[in-house]
Nanobody, 120 residues
Framework: QVQLVESGGGLVQAGGSLRLSCAASGSIFRIDSMGWYRQAPGKQREVVAKTNGGSTNYADSVKGRFTISRDNTKNTVYLQMNSLKPEDTAVYYC???????????????WGQGTQVTVSS
């Protein structure tokens, strides 16, 4: 089994910062990509940032404010969020595409979500 455990969400004022962490554990052979998604009330889940090998991609709405990083030795991905805005308020979900063993297919895994609330 594979688990993704997130931490770091909370309440912050506009202009503030938060750092999210997500650690993958369990039966992991290789991780392809890791990333962060978010879902605001009444809206669809959207990608925030992803990292795959040496490449990173960001949603236009967070470019220049958010930074994704990954520690492969710990199977952990981080999201540093600066200059937060009320519209960043959402549940943030960690995502990983990984294989459990050398003969396994790649599967998509999700964390349980962590609430980020930005007050104006």
């Amino acid at each position: 089994q594979v688990q993704l455990v997130e931490s770091g969400g909370g309440l912050v004022q506009a202009g503030g910062s938060l750092r999210l962490s997500c650690a993958a554990s369990g039966s992991i052979f290789r991780i392809d990509s890791m990333g962060w998604y978010r879902q605001a009330p009444g809206k669809q889940r959207e990608v925030v940032a992803k990292t795959n090998g040496g490449s990173t991609n960001y949603a236009d709405s967070v470019k220049g404010r958010f930074t994704i990083s990954r520690d492969n030795t710990k199977n952990t991905v981080y999201l540093q969020m600066n200059s937060l805005k009320p519209e960043d308020t959402a549940v943030y979900y960690c995502n990983a595409v990984l294989a459990s063993n050398s003969r396994s297919n790649w599967y998509n895994y999700w964390g349980q979500g962590t609430q980020v609330t930005v007050s104006s």
